[in-house]
């Protein structure tokens, strides 16, 4: 059974800094591209930042361009994402998300093969 299970979140003040982790178990992590959505409040769900099977293939979403970072450790089975900068509209439930395949990406929700439960995100101005 795949797990993904993210941890990290909170509570920070606008201009932290949080980093999230998503454990991975039940997959052969090294096969799989990983990435990051976030969902708001009465909003569709967003793609964030995405990793390529050997972390060299990296996308971000514009508006986290410089602040985020996506990372993967495959001894680990783990992926990141860590913010700084963090602002009030980043406000969300971030996700991780697993696409199985070799040289896949993730970009869009419809790309995705597992989700993680999400973990809240809260900025505070």
């Known amino acids: 059974q795949v797990q993904l299970v993210e941890s990290g979140g909170g509570l920070v003040q606008a201009g932290g800094s949080l980093r999230l982790s998503c454990a991975a178990s039940?997959?052969?992590?090294?096969?799989?591209?990983m990435g990051w959505f976030r969902q708001a409040p009465g909003k569709e769900r967003e793609f964030v930042a995405s990793v390529d099977l050997s972390g060299s293939v990296i996308y971000y979403v514009d508006s986290v361009k410089g602040r985020f970072t996506i990372s993967r450790d495959n001894a680990k089975n783990t992926a990141y994402l860590q913010m700084n900068s963090l602002k009030p509209e980043d406000t969300a439930v971030y996700y991780c998300?697993?696409?199985?395949?070799?040289?896949?990406?993730?970009?869009?929700?419809?790309?995705?093969?597992?989700w993680g439960q999400g973990t809240q995100v809260t900025v505070s101005s």
């Open positions: 039940g997959l052969t992590f090294s096969t799989y591209a």
């Open positions: 998300a697993a696409r199985r395949g070799i040289g896949l990406v993730i970009r869009t929700p419809n790309s995705v093969d597992y």
